[in-house]
């Protein structure tokens, strides 16, 4: 009888959480695959079709049922006029400054503007002119990113439709002549080659972000600005160069040259996995590649000046030590130590910028923390910086490679973004401020503390958390809270200034920053602590720092939100799935929620260095306790979600939040919504333009402080 009472009283609750959200009907389908005699069974195998008619009616109906509920969230408008109140103080948001002779250049994203426009001026006080808008595309264009070439004659402006990154297209500004040029590559630009006007790009079969390109139908040519196309030549193909092709697509190949005095360009050789293989040869040689650095140097990020290389090597040193390689003998195992391994991690990749005669080298304390030396380039020297490291994050940046003039910013998780400027070769006696920039003043700072810990995981290992707190919160339980967490490639979650924090802070919420393991915040073995087979660690610390905060009283399990994008969907699906009645909201965003089957999307191959393959049996494994969507149970009270996706994402494709939450709806016990959440002018996470990316998070936040029974 109690058996029976049980059963019923689980079928009412699924009955009355199905009746409160009349989700669009999900089919199903007998699908299977069996690895190393295990079969899995895939009953949403046939959302992976993202070209049939069925599928795309399927998600045009989940993101029209999750609109018509987040429609409807009284606290959106609210926050969203917060939001442009926020973005009101500060009257322009300069970024990138670079300079050419006297001239600088910068993008800008002024108050009413919805999308970024590059500028210049003629020094510091000069008439701001417009150099590029998206406009110059299309209405539905946004400038990414741009380059100057190292002759300083040429200006690469990239600029992408709506929120893909894939099929972005370059137009070359003609600095001197201060105007566009008419070439445009059949391809995507992938930077400046040698020689003057010289410009890499790669072709390849399709842009679709849903097909499959393997590496070995990638090809490289160079372009020379002012010249047709059709005399274009391939420097880089499997039909050229098998050799440095890997067929298993755990690879991919990038060609590029480091400095202007370098007689030689490269070719990385990369993945996921943190240490690059590099090939090398001579400019206009025509010569076969070489290998010079293998995987197993353990190389993370290198550094050219001249005939020296600069290298961040791993071998024997998690924390990372730099090296010096004469480049007249490519022979790593003759290089020579610079700078040994410190106590915390270097902070290896964009980290490590160049003037013309330093590197500036950075370390980072459990991701929160910056401080930097330099190496004089000329004699090698490694010193400490000579500026005041007064907040979280400090980091200098050139202005370009003639000089030793260096931008600085500074920032922290509650420290508005400062900036200032000086010289590394020979320090002003007091750093100074560009005449058009500006650092105002934001409320709430005041009022808010920041709190850095280490709390305990569930093995005893120390996890660094970070709390942001109005000052008179109480600790009653009572406080909406959110944990945010990456936990992969051993990337660091850092100290950022992100104003949205401190309106929320004032209005009670508690937000918490969980370092877990798979980060880089203590180094490759903090990441190695949660690889692969130690995976789990990841999603553990973070439900460990969930733990934490109701035993402190924070907040309790009712009041509780997390939210992680990408690879961190990992552990915000694995942990709302292994603890359900610890979490009460969940946002994974454009997250990979279906592992095993992750490795068969297009971007999947030259993921599994990181998170395995289902052909190794142990890796296989691994993935199958990672995967949330083989975690779902029928009859269970999850939190709610709002699982999110781009429909041009090209790195997490579509169905893998799709499968996770038709799963949950049709499992879910509780009275809590589960929506799936369409961008189809997005990419991976992006938006068309700022104020659509304010309201989408607007929106959001709403969803999280109804579903957490926030109270103002």
Request: overall charge neutral; charged content about 20%; hydrophobic content about 35%.
């Amino acid at each position: 009888m109690k058996k029976f009472c049980a059963g019923f009283l689980t079928l009412f609750c699924l009955l009355n959480a199905k009746a409160q959200y009349q989700y669009p009907a999900t089919k199903t389908v007998d699908s299977s695959d069996t690895w190393h005699n295990i079969t899995i069974k895939d009953p949403y195998r046939w959302m992976e079709d993202l070209k049939s008619e069925t599928t795309n009616n399927w998600f045009k109906a989940q993101n029209d049922y999750t609109k018509s509920i987040m429609d409807k969230l009284p606290l959106t408008n609210e926050i969203y006029n917060e939001f442009l109140m926020l973005d009101s103080i500060q009257p322009d948001k300069i970024g990138k400054v670079r300079q050419v002779g006297n001239t600088l250049f910068y993008f800008n994203l002024k108050i009413g503007d919805a999308k970024p426009t590059i500028y210049k001026r003629n020094g510091e006080n000069g008439k701001e002119e417009l150099v590029a808008n998206n406009l110059m595309w299309s209405a539905n264009h946004n400038l990414s990113d741009y380059e100057i070439d190292p002759y300083q004659q040429y200006m690469a402006v990239t600029a992408g439709e709506g929120g893909k990154e894939i099929t972005a297209v370059t137009k070359f500004y003609n600095i001197a002549q201060g105007k566009f040029m008419s070439d445009s590559i059949p391809g995507r630009f992938a930077g400046f080659a040698p020689g003057e006007g010289n410009v890499y790009y790669m072709q390849q079969p399709t842009w679709d972000v849903h097909q499959i390109v393997e590496d070995k139908d990638r090809t490289f040519k160079i372009h020379k600005l002012g010249t047709d196309t059709v005399q274009d030549k391939t420097m880089l193909s499997y039909q050229l160069n098998p050799e440095l092709y890997d067929l298993t697509n755990t690879k991919q190949l990038w060609p590029a040259w480091l400095c202007k005095d370098c007689n030689y360009e490269i070719v990385y050789a990369s993945s996921v996995s943190p240490f690059i293989e590099i090939y090398y040869r001579k400019i206009n040689s025509g010569d076969k590649w070489k290998k010079i650095i293998s995987e197993t140097d353990e190389v993370t990020t290198l550094n050219a000046f001249a005939d020296k290389l600069f290298l961040v090597s791993k071998k024997n040193a998690p924390n990372g030590k730099l090296m010096l390689m004469n480049m007249n003998n490519q022979d790593i195992s003759k290089a020579v130590l610079i700078a040994a391994e410190k106590n915390i991690p270097l902070n290896y990749g964009d980290g490590l910028t160049q003037t013309k005669n330093f590197l500036i080298v950075p370390y980072m304390s459990n991701g929160v923390q910056l401080f930097h030396y330099t190496v004089d380039m000329r004699n090698n020297t490694f010193a400490k910086i000579p500026f005041a490291e007064n907040t979280n994050l400090m980091y200098l940046t050139p202005f370009n490679k003639s000089n030793d003039d260096v931008h600085i910013v500074r920032s922290g998780w509650t420290t508005p973004i400062t900036f200032t400027y000086s010289n590394l070769d020979k320090p002003f006696a007091k750093e100074k401020t560009l005449a058009f920039r500006t650092s105002p003043s934001y409320p709430y700072t005041n009022e808010t503390i920041v709190e850095e810990i280490e709390i305990p995981g569930h093995d005893g290992v120390m996890i660094p958390v970070s709390i942001i707190r109005n000052k008179q919160t109480k600790l009653n339980g009572e406080n909406t809270a959110y944990v945010y967490s990456y936990g992969a490639y051993g990337i660091s979650s850092s100290a950022v200034f992100f104003p949205n924090f401190l309106l929320l802070a004032h209005k009670g919420v508690v937000i918490a920053v969980a370092h877990v393991r798979g980060g880089g915040e203590k180094g490759e073995n903090w990441h190695l602590s949660g690889f692969k087979q130690s995976k789990p660690n990841t999603w553990k610390d973070l439900n460990s720092t969930a733990e934490y905060l109701v035993s402190k009283g924070y907040t309790s399990p009712k009041h509780l939100a997390c939210e992680g994008g990408s690879a961190g969907g990992i552990l915000i699906g694995r942990a709302v799935t292994e603890r359900p009645d610890l979490w009460a909201c969940a946002v994974p965003q454009v997250g990979c929620l279906s592992m095993v089957r992750q490795e068969f999307s297009p971007n999947g191959s030259v993921n599994t260095p990181e998170f395995g393959s289902v052909k190794n049996i142990n890796e296989f494994f691994s993935l199958m306790e990672m995967d949330a969507l083989l975690h779902v149970e029928n009859g269970t009270k999850y939190p709610a979600m709002l699982i999110t996706t781009g429909w041009n994402d090209p790195r997490v494709i579509s169905w893998q939040p799709a499968k996770f939450a038709a799963a949950v709806q049709a499992a879910n016990a509780s009275d809590k919504p589960i929506l799936l959440q369409v961008d189809y002018n997005a990419g991976h996470g992006d938006s068309e333009d700022k104020f659509a990316a304010f309201k989408k998070e607007a929106a959001k936040w709403a969803f999280i402080l109804q579903q957490t029974g926030y109270k103002k």
